[in-house]
């Protein structure tokens, strides 16, 4: 049948996060970080969506912002990934993608 409810295996997070990486790929920064934020609240103990928002954050160039998301990740994530995790928030942005500047204080 075309029209069937949806499998209850079906992991909305995952599908949230697929999408919000699709946004932050072609720049719909905004997009993105509202899905992160719907995904962070709904789960709020998974490190992934706290993850995927600091990389945005940080390819629009606001560090500020996204450092202590970096260091809620890595105190969430698996012991596993922690290494890599640290790694991602010290690189570089992206080359190509224009900051956007601080707020004027």
Same mark, same amino acid.
């Given at each position: 049948?075309?029209?069937?409810?949806?499998?209850?295996?079906l992991?909305?997070?995952s599908?949230?996060?697929?999408?919000?990486?699709?946004?932050?790929?072609?720049?719909q920064?905004?997009?993105?970080l509202?899905?992160?934020?719907?995904?962070?609240?709904?789960?709020? &103990? &998974?490190?992934r969506?706290?993850?995927?928002?600091a990389?945005?954050? !940080?390819e629009?160039?606001? #560090?500020?912002?996204?450092?202590?998301?970096?260091?809620q990740?890595?105190?969430?994530?698996?012991?596993?990934f922690?290494?890599? #995790?640290?790694?991602?928030?010290?690189?570089?942005?992206?080359?190509?993608?224009?900051p956007?500047?601080?707020?004027? !204080?």
């Amino acid at each position: 049948m075309l029209f069937r409810s949806p499998s209850p295996a079906l992991d909305t997070l995952s599908v949230k996060l697929l999408l919000a990486q699709v946004y932050a790929e072609t720049q719909q920064f905004d997009q993105a970080l509202g899905l992160y934020d719907e995904a962070i609240a709904t789960s709020p &103990n &998974n490190f992934r969506p706290i993850l995927a928002k600091a990389l945005v954050l !940080k390819e629009k160039g606001d #560090i500020e912002a996204a450092k202590p998301l970096f260091d809620q990740a890595v105190t969430m994530a698996p012991a596993q990934f922690k290494d890599q #995790i640290k790694q991602m928030a010290t690189q570089p942005p992206s080359p190509g993608v224009s900051p956007t500047p601080a707020p004027a !204080k």
